[in-house]
């Protein structure tokens, strides 16, 4: 498999109360399909973990959830190993404004939440980063971080080892079989 | 408010039979905060009409859902009015092979879809797009495909008049009443 030339890494905060599993599911897909190497994910159902290695083994690479490590844990841990924590919320910089800096991180923690983020995150941040200072979407948000970070170098990403492969086409599907 | 420069217009197809509202809500935000004018989304509860209009009364802006229309009635009045039809699935062609084309397009019609997107859609499209040929979100790949038409001038747009504004802050929440 390719090696990604960051370390990227995803924390998600501040989770509803309500199970959002599909949220969930969208946020650890889009992290491994545009090029993080791990998610964080606090206390959630196990099911994910089969859904991802599920997907590994279909599509290839070796991304992974990590289960049960407070958020401030990860956040600690992150500094300690000189790993830039960039929060995404639409209250903090326009990402145009600081993707120039966050292309020149080797190592980051990118860390999402949802209304129910502690204030600590905002101050425990390296960046605070707005996609636009309007509501919309934390996988929306995700997946612009990722694309702008890496320069859509990302999106040339081979998955390496793999049950079925993808062969793009111009009408229709034509999957194959490695 | 300032205008847009060009007149994207989104279409949602194959809803799972289950409900889905949250992803939904989450494909028409990102389609308002990132530049579309409308959003068509066949026959859905109208809850989302009165989420969308009281974002708009608070955020600003005229972004419109449109319910109602068949698929097939949709894409026909696109290719009607010249507007290209844009297909996002992760078996069409690289979306960094088509970027070039798609952002000298001045009117588009994005279709998003899902595992339940009839065959038909395929070949009506004028263009089969994959962020990656990854299974991921059609949340990350409907922002990813905004982001690039518009060559992240999106992200610059001011959405007028409108109840609240945030003040983009390196630390915290500013929010004023303009």
């Known amino acids: 498999m390719e090696t990604l030339t960051k370390s990227i890494r995803v924390l998600r905060v501040g989770q509803r109360y309500v199970r959002d599993d599909r949220t969930l599911t969208h946020l650890c897909l889009v992290s491994r399909a545009l090029g993080a190497e791990a998610i964080h994910i606090g206390d ?4 994910i973990l089969a859904t991802l290695g599920g997907v590994n083994r279909t599509w290839g690479g070796d991304f992974r959830a990590i289960l049960g490590e407070p958020w ?10 000189r790993r830039a924590v960039v929060h995404l919320t639409m209250y903090g910089m326009p990402l145009q404004d600081v993707v120039g800096e966050l292309r020149k991180l080797d190592k980051l ?3 999402v939440g ?14 605070n980063v707005a996609v636009t200072s309007q509501p919309h979407s ?3 948000a995700l997946a612009i971080v990722l694309h702008e970070i890496q320069g859509g170098e ?10 079925l492969k993808i062969l793009p086409s111009a009408r229709g599907k034509r999957v194959v079989e490695p």
């Open 154 to 163: 990302e999106l040339k990403r081979s998955f390496g080892k793999s049950r």
């Open 138 to 140: 934390e996988i929306a």
């Open 72 to 81: 401030r844990k990860v956040i600690r841990e992150a500094k300690e190993e």
């Open 114 to 127: 949802g209304p129910k983020v502690p204030g600590k995150v905002y101050h425990e941040a390296d960046y």
């Open 109 to 111: 923690l990118i860390v």
């Open 44 to 47: 959630v159902e196990k099911d």
